[in-house]
Nanobody
């Protein structure tokens, strides 16, 4: 089992920044690729960013490239999502997820892997 707890969400004006954190406990954190997903009201959960077990590889949703940066600290069992130049359309509940296979993380569903409880991000215009 892997337990994931997100933090760092909040209310920010358009153009502002937030950094989300996801603290993991349980099984070996470095054995999992990590991802961030988001779900806006009335919409399906969507992939945002992912990072390999070592942190050497990343992958992003097109609309966040150049604005969001995913990173991890395996010594602290934590993955981060730095979000800059935020837009109102970034408003959503953000979830972190753990998956043993990096190739599968962008398409994972809530029935697989491990998920946190989410943190709300609201961007005002």
């Amino acid at each position: 089992q892997v337990q994931l707890v997100e933090s760092g969400g909040g209310l920010v004006q358009a153009g502002g920044s937030l950094r989300l954190s996801c603290a993991a406990s349980g099984r070996t954190f470095s054995g999992y690729a990590m991802g961030w997903f988001r779900q806006a009201p009335g919409k399906e959960r969507e992939f945002v960013a992912a990072i390999t077990q070592s942190g050497g590889g990343t992958y992003y949703k097109d609309s966040v490239k150049g604005r969001f940066t995913i990173s991890r600290d395996n010594a602290k069992n934590t993955v981060y999502l730095q979000m800059n130049s935020l837009k109102p359309e970034d408003t959503a509940v953000y979830y972190c997820a753990a998956e043993s296979r990096f190739a599968a993380i962008a398409t994972m569903r809530t029935g697989s892997g491990y998920w946190g409880q989410g943190t709300q991000v609201t961007v005002s215009s």
